[in-house]
């Protein structure tokens, strides 16, 4: 299994860790990771991945498309 990296979210920390073609994206919860939704990282769009190839977390295109994943959670009731 990968390390995972924090990073910001909408002024929250969340974690990310890439397994192969998944990104895990989680929150840090009493030292634990609880992690919230595992996304194919061929479903994100060109720029964002670039980004994530290249260890960008914090470019802006990969944020907004994993901010959309953490907006669905909570719409989902996660």
Do not use: F, K
Request: aromatic share 2%; net charge negative.
């Amino acid at each position: 299994m990968s390390d995972s990296t924090t990073i910001q979210l909408g002024g929250e920390e969340y974690q990310v860790q890439r397994e192969g073609g998944v990104l895990r994206l989680g929150r840090q919860v009493g030292g634990d990771t609880t992690w919230l939704d595992e996304i194919d990282v061929s479903q994100l769009p060109t720029p964002a991945r670039e980004a994530l190839d290249r260890g960008e977390h914090s470019d802006q295109t990969l944020q907004t498309a994993l901010l959309g994943v953490v907006r669905a959670e909570v719409d989902r009731g996660a």
